[in-house]
């Protein structure tokens, strides 16, 4: 399985760590190749637009720049509508793209919530995949809340693809809070191309720990450790490591820091990734 394909599946697995939202945010990944760029949002009553301007290196030294936008507008009391466009350049000027639209609501319910999702994403050969997630928000009697949600992918040739996650996040006594989750992928067949685990302990103020897993259908699995510390207000570090079935290792680690810069919250982001090892 190519390695975009894995790091995809552990994104959907609920493996990484994910960084607080802010306004604007810019940095650079070095080692196996770097990214730099500044995303910003601005926001307007019942609206609010996402803009990313960034290049992305890769080990020869060839550099592409992306280019994506993102318009969200309120369409009603519990209804939204959302627009992304991206655009990628290579190095030769030539281009791919792809643009993703839809329709959202969150409804209340006697437990929590249901969001729905209905949209069509759109590559640059005019090739169309549909869209439909659910998630169902629940808050259980001991305090925890569980996030059950169903995606199902299906192409203009009526091929499909589903992801089932589930997480359930719960209060500590000691104040730490622990969020349990699980995914299984599908294919149109009932076939599990896939299934993921993952656990992350979160410490307010402190940082969160994220440990787990992903096994594809041919019983391959890819294993995740992970750690985000703050050490200053305002200072994160993050530092991660992936094992594949054979056991080669790929790590990465970095540091992010926010800044109000101009009447914004800016996101800069330092960090390096190591060239795949094998384990001892």
Do not use: F
Not at 52 to 60: A, D, E, I, L, S
Not at 259 to 274: A, E, M
Request: charged residues 15%; positive net charge.
């Amino acid at each position: 399985m190519k390695n975009s394909t894995i790091l995809g599946c552990l994104l959907l697995a609920g493996l990484t760590l994910a960084a607080p939202g802010v306004q604007a945010r810019g940095g650079a990944r070095t080692g196996s190749g770097s990214r730099q760029g500044t995303a910003t949002t601005t926001r307007q009553p019942g609206s609010a637009q996402r803009q990313y301007q960034g290049t992305r290196t890769g080990t020869q030294g060839n550099t592409s720049t992306v280019n994506r936008t993102t318009d969200v507008n309120r369409t009603g009391k519990n209804t939204y509508s959302r627009d992304t466009q991206q655009t990628v350049t290579g190095p030769n000027g030539q281009q791919r793209s792809w643009e993703a639209q839809g329709t959202g609501s969150v409804q209340k319910t006697e437990t929590g919530a249901q969001k729905t999702y209905q949209g069509t994403i759109t590559n640059s050969k005019g090739n169309t995949t549909d869209v439909n997630r659910t998630t169902d928000v629940t808050k259980n009697g001991d305090g925890s809340v569980t996030r059950d949600t169903n995606a199902t992918y299906t192409n203009e040739n009526g091929q499909s693809r589903t992801v089932d996650r589930t997480s359930t996040s719960t209060k500590n006594a000691d104040g730490t809070v622990t969020t349990e989750r699980e995914s299984t992928h599908t294919n149109g067949q009932g076939e599990v191309m896939g299934t993921g685990q993952s656990t992350t302990v979160h410490t307010p103020g402190e940082g969160s720990e994220t440990t787990g897993s992903y096994t594809n259908g041919q019983g391959g699995t890819w294993n995740y450790e992970g750690q985000s510390t703050r050490t200053e207000p305002g200072t994160v570090e993050h530092s991660q490591t992936v094992t594949n079935p054979t056991g080669q290792q790929r790590t990465s680690s970095g540091t992010a820091r926010w800044q109000y810069v101009d009447g914004k919250w800016v996101r800069i982001y330092s960090g390096q990734t190591t060239p795949v090892t094998p384990v001892p």
